[in-house]
């Protein structure tokens, strides 16, 4: 059975950084490109960031580029995404995703290119 958990979420002020984290069971975490999605209240659910099995692919939102770091360490089974200078409207619930074998990388920030989700974990961010 697959699980996905996140943590590190939490109440930040605008400015501020936080740090997430990622752990995976049961796949072989090191064959699967990974991501972050989010989604804010009455909003729909956006990528984040994602990035590829071996690092070398990453991709952000553009509404993130230049301020969150997403990476990964394969040994650990862990994904990270390093949040610098968090904005109000960068409040959500932030999931977790391993994403399909099958997606290609142009889709890769699509909801529909994900396999497995977290269950997600809060960032909010206070003006």
């Known amino acids: 059975q697959v699980q996905v958990v996140e943590s590190g979420g939490g109440l930040v002020q605008a400015g501020g950084s936080l740090s997430l984290s990622c752990t995976t069971s049961?796949?072989?975490?090191?064959?699967?490109?990974m991501g972050w999605f989010r989604q804010a209240p009455g909003k729909e659910r956006e990528g984040v960031s994602c990035?590829?099995?071996?690092?070398?692919?990453?991709s952000y939102a553009d509404s993130v580029k230049g301020r969150f770091t997403i990476s990964r360490d394969n040994a650990k089974k862990t994904l990270y995404l390093h949040m610098n200078s968090l904005k109000p409207e960068d409040t959500a619930m932030y999931y977790c995703?391993?994403?399909?074998?099958?997606?290609?990388?142009?889709?890769?920030?699509?909801?529909?290119?994900?396999?497995?989700w977290g269950q997600g974990t809060q960032v909010t961010v206070s003006s």
């Open positions: 049961g796949l072989t975490f090191g064959n699967y490109a």
């Open positions: 990035i590829n099995w071996n690092s070398m692919l990453k």
């Open positions: 995703a391993v994403i399909k074998i099958t997606t290609r990388w142009i889709d890769i920030l699509g909801v529909g290119g994900v396999n497995y």
